[in-house]
């Protein structure tokens, strides 16, 4: 619900979803102030009386304020930073005037309500669905010296307690101005104390969380790599110091984008926390001539009062509904097979039909042929950007290779690395000027290669036709999209150099106008997103691509981390999960089969490994582990998730999926440490209906009847000794 009510000092606005409210006023001097978000308020509710004015020292005043020594843009809380007008503290937007001038102020003007969420034009959004629909606020600023708008968007989502923000810049003045900072938010938070949860990590090692205090020194995450990276997922928390998954007010912040980010809390002189997020302005510099617009990607805020889990549930459901799409939003995925870590680049027509035939003996629903079957392409040194079948390597062509597939009863699918060129190939040598590079400089290369110049028509033109031909000639149901490097060297021979701070934002639209036009060419296709495993899982992705390969460390243990990590944000359905060979290639570790099956359940499911090396007992357990999968799959695609214990918790790390209705969970539990003389494996349940009897099975088939309260209150031992790295999946059912 979102109201906007006239008081004799200003505008009040008020947005309500079911447990939340965010409140700001249009004050007399049509500055925006944020008021509160927190939990829900009453209907007729005006905190503007919580903003204290005093005289502070070295925070000056605007000319307007007249004698009032009181009010200051340095201490007041807002909506909207400026840049060079008396708040020097961090700015939403920076403006390059033609001038020379750097200054942004932003005074409110109008405002409008709208049914419905609001689009970003070539970016994604969430959008609106017959089960959930937003509605939208939009209130327009003027720049105070310029005719430059500023129109804040504002997404209210009632029964998933979520509010968007996003902003657009519109140049309507006669002269072009420099954007040289333009984020999606700025809230000042006036009596909050709170942590901060970030979700950091590198190749390989995605999204460990990491907690710490909001204090006076900035805490400032990003990336300036073209993804939004390995190093920093876009989203971050803030909430109680004593918030746990249980209780405690939460705060999340997500940024719907796929490329360069900032993210930053820290407290002003006032204890009030600033918080932003929106596009990283480091070697961003947006050029808006007379007419021209900027939008920024969205932001997705939600609250919970209720501690961590129902924030990760607001998160997952919104997630879920409002911003995967396709006809895979829903319908499962096929379970599938792919020969990476099985053959690297080292396969032929006889290896991969080998693990195809056992694979669909075995159950597995599709194939996934990875990198290597294209251009010259038997390392990572050349071949990126030859989107054409090697038949020599593969023995056909890709049409005869999917049909073989099918015939086997599997589905067929393609890796492909669209974004990237080899300097040793066909498409650079030709067009050397497509790659991303500094004219006079060596480049720096990443696994060798370059990027392409996405913000390029041709480029993308290029790769339109050429993937659509690749995939309307085969039986192609599935695309693995890969980026293996970050972006550096910013520089495009297409635009001028009064254009090149745009780059790196340019570079990430056409990668989604690339991914846009293919699904609208092909409906039915699942994109697997991908990024040297989770460089680039973020929530923009999700919108073209409903799963996303979590990480290139396929071991059980570790995926223990990465997996907790990205479960705050993101739909467990979404995680791309593989069982991998033992000793795992990453880090050496053999783990039970059984536990590295548990662990990849948790996700969008799959097998990675050389199917003729695995024991016959094992053969057994694929099919057995589909099966469960298939079973499973409404819990750990559409249940609620969660967290059971924490990742320093004693000797094991479990989590649980519960179906929306209660009928039905699944806790999954694997002990990360034993000891001689063991105590009792045991953790408490969570989310069950204190009410409801539920029969407890335990993984070797002992089970027990008892009430939703006794599972949650008085938790579930494991009635065996369970090894080091030993797993199980605890089933209750509703009896
Ligand atoms: C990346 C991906 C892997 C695999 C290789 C192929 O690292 O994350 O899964 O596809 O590229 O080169």
Redesign the pocket.
Known sequence: MISAKKKENGILFTLSTNNSSYQMKADKHNVLLHLFYGQRLNDADDLSDLIFLTDTGFSGNPTYAEKDRTYSLDTLPQEVSGFGVGDYRDSMVTLLHDDGSRAAEFRYDSYEIIDGSYKIDGMPALYDTSVTKGETLVITMREAASDIILKLYYGVYEKENVITRAAKLINQGTKSVHVEKLLSMNMDMMFFDPDMIYFTGRHAFERAYERIPVKHAKIEIGSVRGTSSHQYNPSFILCDHDANEEQGDCYGFCLVYSGNFVAAAQKDQKNQVRVQMGIHPEAFCYLLEQGGELMTPQVIMSYSHDGLTTLSHQYHDILRENMCRGKYKYERRPVLINN?EATYFDFNEEKLFNIAKQASELGIEMLVL??GWFGKRDD?YSGLGDWFVNEEKLGGSLKEIGERVNEMGMKFGL?FEPEMISQDSDLYRKHPEWAIAIPNREPNRGRYQLALDMSRDDVRDYLFEQMSDILSNAPIIYV?W?L?RSICDMYSYASGKEHSGELYHKYVLGVYDLMERLLVRFPDLLLEG?S??GGRFDAGMLYYSPQI?CS?NTDAINRLTIQYGTSFFYPIGTFGAHVSACPNHQTGRTTPFATRSDVAMSGSFGYELDLSKISDEEKAQVKHQIAQFHDLYELTHEGDYYRLTTLDYDDCIAWAFVAKDKSRAALTLVKTQSEGNPRPTHVGMRGLDKNKKYKCTIKNDTSVINSGAAFVNAGVTIPYIMEQYESAIIMFDEV
């Open positions: 990476w990875d990198d990572d890796w693995k890969d293996n991908c040297g495993g390969w290139d």
